[in-house]
């Protein structure tokens, strides 16, 4: 009886250092399956990617017709596989209200956002969409340079130098 029990006792042992082994086994072969999977999904697309937002060509032009305003334009490139929007700007010129604009209807009106969708250069350009800042104070004119801080949804905050240009003839059919 003692040899039995003694015996058994090894066999459990012995089993459970099997199980363990095996357990250790299934767990890899999860694993490879889970990294596969992902792979697969990766390469689908299926998986939402990061934005990777750079942007250039930024200039702020004088409103001809309404005095302290600026119509800020750029080009926003999302090299990245995620989209992202630009959904407001800083900065930190003392006074200043700034909005988003787009053409809504044929007329600017406010918005909340401008979509920057995955592997796309958006313009911000007369009549569509651009950033406006109201009540510029009266130092700040044409030459001038002020930083700009851009905030996106998933990107966070990007700080770009803005200079203010000579008005243009377009002319800007905003709502009242």
């Known amino acids: 009886m003692f040899y ?3 015996h058994r006792s090894k066999h459990r042992k012995i089993g459970s250092i099997h199980d363990q082994e095996g357990q250790g086994i299934v767990k890899k072969q999860r694993y490879g399956v889970l990294l596969f999977l992902l792979s697969v999904l ?8 990061k934005p990777q937002i750079r942007i250039t060509s930024q200039e702020a032009v004088l409103s001809p017709a309404m005095r302290g ?3 800020v334009f750029m080009k926003i490139e999302n090299a990245g596989n995620g989209s992202d929007s630009l959904i407001g700007a800083k900065t930190a010129l003392p006074g200043t209200l ?10 600017m009106t ?4 401008i979509p ?6 958006v313009s911000l350009q007369p009549r569509g969409a ?3 800042i109201f009540k510029i104070p009266r130092d700040i004119g ?20 803005v200079k203010i240009i000579r008005p243009s003839a377009i002319p800007y059919d905003h709502e009242s």
């Open 4 to 6: 039995d029990r003694d």
């Open 42 to 49: 990766w390469a689908t697309g299926c998986v939402p990617g």
């Open 69 to 71: 305003v600026v119509s």
């Open 98 to 107: 700034i909005e988003l604009h787009d053409m809504k209807n044929g007329k």
């Open 110 to 113: 406010r918005t909340e956002s």
């Open 116 to 121: 920057v969708p995955a592997g796309s250069t």
């Open 130 to 132: 651009h950033i406006m």
């Open 142 to 161: 044409e030459g001038s340079i002020f930083p700009l801080r851009l905030v996106f949804g998933k990107s966070g905050e990007k700080e770009v130098p």
